[in-house]
């Protein structure tokens, strides 16, 4: 029978932090569906969906799927907001089950569990701004990018979670080794960016009638995008290799295995997107593969790690 360990986290506490790193990719997919179909601004008005209602009324005729597409991705706004407060009280709830047992409280767990929260929060009145600003394409841009940091603040809460002490930490490969995971980390950031100014620039811009984007030319930047990601995979390849050739866990082995896959077949569905003249359906599930290009390359930097304490 396996002894689980006192100071890690028990499992239904992980369960509700993975659930949160789900919701948040999630809602990054149907946030996209909006923009893709048009919907961006099928609720016209924030916080209310049309002029003195909070749901979609019959009088958004000329709107008829556009608001019930934008109004359901409101609606997972407060999804969000339970399963994050789920997360606060569940990191409390964890925090005095260590002071109980005489362990350490480990505050880290609590500051983590609590960003979703606050960044469930700072999304909606951003959203809010988006919608006021007729999809004005720096907020929708930054829409994304919170999400981008909420998922990975989300990671650090699961990886953390399973974490029996917060420090001391032993590195697991060479310093060089962990450099080039940092800088596939780093890569894979730009890459994203890059990607949302694509997106701002190109014919998805969030709305059927009213067209918001970059003024950058969407050819250049779409090459940009794609350069950065053949630096991102010859990085990527680079760090799998010297894994291998140095003593490392096979768990990040596993991991990098997983990013390559994901990354390549990311590139596939970008270049295929591309040159098929950005379908919708192709466009969803490239914006699905940039939520599991992050989230998995960041699940390779606890795995080069491990943190086990007295």
């Known amino acids: ?41 099928g609720c016209p008005t924030w916080p209310q969906c049309a002029e003195g209602s909070y749901v979609p009324t019959s009088r958004q005729v000329e709107s008829e799927l556009h608001k019930y597409i934008e109004f359901g991705n409101r609606l997972l706004t407060f999804v969000l907001a339970a399963l994050a407060i789920a997360a606060v009280v569940a990191a409390i709830i964890d925090a005095r089950r260590r002071s109980r047992n005489g362990l ?76 080039l995971g940092w800088l596939v980390i780093a890569v894979t950031s730009v890459v994203v960016v890059l990607g949302v100014i694509v997106t701002g620039s190109g014919p998805h811009s969030g709305d059927a009638e ?10 250049t930047v779409a090459w940009l995008h794609a350069d950065s990601v053949l630096l991102m995979l010859g990085l990527l390849i680079g760090f799998a290799i010297a894994v291998r050739v ?7 082995n596993r991991r990098i295995n997983i990013l390559l896959v994901v990354v390549l077949i990311q590139g596939f569905v970008g270049y295929l997107q591309y040159f098929t003249g950005l379908p919708e ?30």
């Not at 990975?152 to 490969?173: E, H, K, N, Q, Y």
């Not at 009213?210 to 050819?219: I, L, Q, T």
């Not at 969803?284 to 491990?306: C, D, K, N, Q, Y």
């Open 246 to 252: 140095t003593t490392s866990p096979k768990k990040l």
């Open 104 to 179: 350490p409280r480990r505050r880290s767990l609590t500051v983590l569990a609590t960003i979703p929260l606050v960044g469930t929060i700072i999304q909606a009145v951003l959203g809010g701004i988006t919608v006021l600003t007729q999809l004005n394409p720096v907020t929708v841009s930054a829409h994304f990018l919170v999400s981008m940091v909420l998922i990975a603040s989300c990671v650090f809460l699961v990886a953390r979670s399973g974490d029996p002490v917060d420090s001391p930490t032993t590195w697991l490969v060479p310093p060089p080794v962990r450099l």
């Open 1 to 41: 029978m396996t002894t689980i360990d006192p100071r890690i986290s028990p499992p239904l506490i992980r369960r509700i932090y993975k659930a949160n790193l789900v919701a948040q990719a999630a809602i990054v997919v149907t946030g996209a569906v909006v923009r893709i179909t048009g919907s961006g601004l």
């Open 281 to 310: 359906l192709l466009v969803s599930i490239h914006v699905l593969g940039a939520v599991l290009v992050w989230t998995t390359a960041l699940f390779v930097l606890p795995a080069m790690r491990e943190k086990v304490g007295n």
């Open 210 to 219: 009213v067209e918001a984007r970059f003024s950058f030319d969407p050819r």
